[in-house]
């Protein structure tokens, strides 16, 4: 019979090792020392000194019986694994006698130590690491500048924010159509006003098959051609030269002309060019079923936005429609408190048997409602507790 | 019969504002009684109902007080006494009329000890609910049942009106009592002084106006202590001598035990239900609070030697003279013998007691006959303050009985 592995542990410490492996209160009975017969059995079967083979030499005779060297196969398939892994692990613990196949391992494993190698004694011309000291008197390197990927302002306005979803709409469906990477739109953090304005008067006439690539309804086909030739250059190096070459033809004055006098005199500092409100509403009943577009709009309207949305309303939202209502209910005020609704209530103002209190009445107002706090302030002052 | 009018003297109890004067001059005011033919406050329901606002006028920022922080008045201010909830919640609970503000339902909630200035404490209301509450008591009293003893009276007062009873309705009242007075203090809380740690309380209160004042172990009778003493029987605690009330600010400075100011609290509030809101308001408020308290007079009796008094009972009144007889008897010779006696005068009578010897039996009957005698009671009392109604009917005079027999 072959002990487990656990028993073998337990008998023979010196092989594994492993002290702090759970054994069971009926193995560990087990596993007490009995009287040596009966111990002998419980040997490894395929030790050298175990009965078996005792018994087996005796029989042939000769110290070197016929056969195969352990006719039960050896070591088990666990016991070899959990040897190798020991053998890596816990070097010092084992007894010299037990540890030889281990030695060996270990030998192997530590790295041929270098002839010149000298100790070092004191600190003085070791590699330094890190600024020891005064290190934020330099000056801080080109790329350790933080920018944030989202607006620096958070953008809480309807018509600001579907603004921001119908540009990210005609941006994912441009890409969409592209066949390109749909998070690459996000290197372009921020379009040139006329691209914007482009993007604005491209309509979304969502598809019966909820199909992005076909939603989109262009102005003109002039606006297609230019868009399209806009979008194939996002994600390449130079993007902004280019727009400039081929929105030139676009009319600027035009576009003044439609959002007259929303627009301020420095349209830069205001977001989306000064914009309010979008021309359609389509955008609002488009899906985001498909995970991969969901996360490239989420993405990207975050950016836009300034919003971060947490996994458990990224995974409720299906339609862009929720997205918006989510940042909207974000931007909503804050619910009042109770006292305060207590407190503006006419019908317990009118009550003069009822006191709202703006703040939690502690033990020392009670105190001084009593007359008793004077007391207990003039006995600590008195004994030098307070000032 | 002659109405009272407290007008002047009650002027400075409703302005707070006004400062009357010391109080040397309001003593004086005190003694002085004005007849009138003019009642001052309403008596008809109609007038007893108009809000406080249409009478009295809103009072007067005190400009100077304003900006005085409230932990250096003695007593809180007075407009603290509107925003006070549970001040509020006590005008509600006692059900007082609405003509009663709550400004001087705060006053009446201030010591004297706690603020010795006349105008903000309710010393003067307190004096008037007192004489208030006495008198109503002792008439109750005394046509109830007019055969009383003194000594009854007195107790009867004492259960009635005492510092006792007064302070056990503040507990019902709900009232708190505050730990210190000051004007950061809840106007709701009763604020007094209280005594010092050591002081007693219960010290022997001597009466200069008395004479053989000084020989504590004279015996005080009872006709001296209708003349000397208190209403219920007690030694007062000072004279009234206007010379001494100069040093009055410091009479409290060792404080009122809680009792004392839980009594002047009640009676202060009688006060000023009466000033405020008329005469009837506070008779019905007396009946409400006071009159209808339980009191079982017969246990208030006390005889030594009952037999005795009865006899000379029946001689001054000019009965036969009153004999015993056993009734009915059972057991004589057990252990446990009942005996039940009767006490005749001529062929009336008088009483019957039971018990299990025949003197234990004849005490007994004895005081039976006593008590039927001193608890009897007109049908159809008619108070003396109804007279002070309109239109009331032309008064007989009750039947009061010559009082307990001396021995």
């Known amino acids: ?387 | 019969m002659k109405r009272l009018q407290p007008q002047r003297w009650s002027s400075s109890v409703l302005s707070p504002q006004v400062r009357a004067g010391c109080r040397l001059q309001r003593r004086i005011q005190h003694g002085l009684r004005y007849q009138t033919t003019t009642t001052p406050f309403p008596v008809t329901e109609a007038e007893a109902k108009q809000p406080i606002q249409d009478l009295v006028p809103p009072p007067k920022k005190r400009s100077s007080r304003s900006a005085i922080s409230k932990h250096s008045l003695p007593s809180p201010p007075v407009k603290a006494a509107r925003e006070s909830a549970k001040l509020a919640a006590l005008h509600a609970r006692l059900y007082l009329p609405a003509r009663l503000p709550l400004e001087t339902l705060a006053r009446t909630l201030v010591d004297e000890s706690a603020d010795p200035n006349p105008d903000f404490n309710n010393e003067s209301l307190a004096t008037l609910g007192h004489d208030l509450l006495t008198q109503y008591t002792s008439e109750y009293l005394i046509c109830t049942y007019p055969r009383l003893p003194m000594t009854v009276i007195f107790a009867a007062m004492y259960a009635y009106v005492g510092p006792k009873t007064l302070s056990a309705m503040v507990k019902e009242w709900g009232v708190e009592l505050a730990v210190a007075p000051g004007g950061e203090v809840d106007p709701g809380h009763l604020q007094f002084k209280r005594l010092d740690p050591g002081v007693n309380p219960n010290q022997p209160l001597k009466n200069p106006n008395r004479p053989y004042e000084n020989e504590a172990t004279w015996r005080r009778s009872i006709s001296s202590k209708i003349v000397y003493d208190d209403v219920f029987g007690e030694p007062v605690r000072a004279s009234v001598d206007p010379r001494q009330q100069v040093q009055s600010a410091d009479r409290y400075a060792a404080g009122v035990t809680p009792e004392q100011a839980c009594s002047q609290f009640v009676r202060a509030v009688l006060g000023a239900i009466y000033l405020h809101a008329g005469r009837p308001a506070a008779k019905r408020f007396f009946e409400q609070h006071f009159i209808s308290r339980h009191l079982n007079i017969s246990d208030l009796f006390n005889f030594r030697e009952p037999a005795r008094d009865l006899s000379r009972l029946c001689a001054r009144e000019n009965f036969e003279p009153p004999y015993a007889k056993i009734l009915s008897e059972t057991g004589r010779l057990s252990r446990h013998p009942v005996f039940v006696v009767g006490i005749f005068s001529g062929k009336d009578k008088l009483g019957e007691g039971s018990g299990s010897s025949l003197l234990e039996a004849r005490s007994r009957a004895a005081v039976a006959s006593l008590k039927g005698w001193y608890l009897y009671s007109p049908l159809n009392v008619r108070l003396p303050n109804s007279m002070e109604e309109e239109g009331a009917a032309p008064w007989k005079p009750v039947h009061v009985d010559l009082g307990e027999v001396i021995v």
Request: hydrophobic share 35%; charged share 30%.
């Open chain 1, 1 to 387: 019979m072959r002990p487990s592995v656990r028993l073998l542990n337990l008998e023979v410490p010196s092989i594994h090792g492993a002290r702090s492996l759970y054994v069971c209160s009926v193995c560990r009975h087990e596993a007490r020392p009995r009287p040596i017969v009966a111990r002998q059995f419980l040997r490894n079967a395929s030790s050298a000194n175990s009965l078996t083979e005792k018994v087996r030499r005796k029989i042939w005779g000769t110290d070197n019986p016929p056969g195969l060297k352990d006719p039960y196969g050896g070591e088990g398939v666990i016991e070899r694994k959990f040897k190798n892994k020991h053998a890596q692990t816990v070097v010092e613990e084992e007894t010299p006698e037990a540890s030889q196949a281990l030695d060996t391992a270990a030998s192997e494993d530590a790295a041929p130590a270098a002839d010149d190698y000298e100790p070092a004694t004191t600190w003085e011309g070791l590699d330094r690491v890190g600024h020891l000291g005064r290190w934020f008197d330099i000056a801080p390197a080109a790329t350790e500048v933080y920018e944030s990927f989202q607006v620096k302002k958070k953008i809480t306005k309807q018509g600001l924010l579907s603004l921001a979803a119908h540009q990210t709409v005609v941006e994912l469906c441009l890409m969409h159509k592209l066949g390109k990477p749909l998070t690459s739109i996000c290197e372009v953090v921020e379009h040139d006003q006329s691209v914007f304005k482009l993007i604005w008067k491209t309509k979304i006439v969502p598809a019966s098959n909820g199909q992005w690539t076909a939603a989109l309804e262009y102005p003109d086909k002039e606006a297609e051609e230019a868009l399209v030739y806009i979008f194939e250059q996002v994600g390449g190096q130079n993007v902004a030269p280019e727009i400039e070459e081929v929105t030139q033809d676009v009319d600027v004055e035009d576009a003044r002309s439609d959002t007259t006098d929303i627009v301020d005199m420095d349209g830069s500092k205001q977001p989306f060019f000064g914009y309010q409100r979008t021309r359609d509403n389509g955008f609002l009943s488009l899906s985001l079923d498909d995970p991969a577009t969901k996360f490239a709009f989420l993405k990207r309207f975050s950016q836009l936005t300034g919003h971060f949305f947490p996994d458990p309303a990224v995974h409720s939202i299906t339609t862009v429609q929720q997205v918006v209502d989510y940042v909207q209910n974000l931007a909503k005020p804050k619910p009042k408190k109770l006292a305060e609704y207590l407190a503006n209530n006419p019908r317990y103002q009118s009550m003069p048997n009822v006191k709202v209190f703006a703040k939690r009445q502690k033990r020392s107002d009670r105190d001084e409602e009593l007359g008793r706090k004077k007391l207990i302030e003039a006995e600590l002052r008195a004994r030098g507790l307070i000032e």
